[in-house]
Nanobody
Framework: VQLAESGGGLVQTGGSLRLSCSASGNIFRFNAMGWYHQAPGRERELVAALSVSGDRHYADSVKGRFTVSRDWNKNTLNLEMNDLRPDDTAMYHC???????????????????WGQGTQVTVSS
């Protein structure tokens, strides 16, 4: 499975961005997909996850501001980001994973495929 992210960029505090992850290959063997971010000097963290049954999970820091969705026809995973803050600045990666519960537990071993990432920078 190949994943390719797009939509990152530079935005001011309070602004919005929409990230997209385009998937190709046998994506249907994965039961969940998610967005992770990694800021310089920090560990990669789960931002939002979505299972094939529609279960969603968000990191506490983005609840109420970010929305994860999936377009089954276009085979894409999207992340709508509103009210962006400087702390949101990071490289954002898309991942295809086996179980949302394992993702939420912090085990990246659940994710077999990763995209290269798209940079999000929020200026103060």
């Amino acid at each position: 499975v190949q994943l390719a992210e797009s939509g990152g960029g530079l935005v001011q505090t309070g602004g919005s961005l929409r990230l997209s992850c385009s998937a190709s290959g046998n994506i249907f063997r994965f039961n969940a997909m998610g967005w992770y971010h990694q800021a310089p000097g920090r560990e990669r963290e789960l931002v939002a996850a979505l299972s094939v049954s529609g279960d969603r999970h968000y990191a506490d820091s983005v609840k109420g501001r970010f929305t994860v969705s999936r377009d089954w026809n276009k085979n894409t995973l999207n992340l709508e980001m509103n009210d962006l803050r400087p702390d949101d600045t990071a490289m954002y990666h898309c991942a295809a994973c086996s179980h949302i519960a394992t993702m939420i537990a912090g085990r990246e071993s659940a994710c077999d495929s990763w995209g290269q990432g798209t940079q999000v920078t929020v200026s103060s």
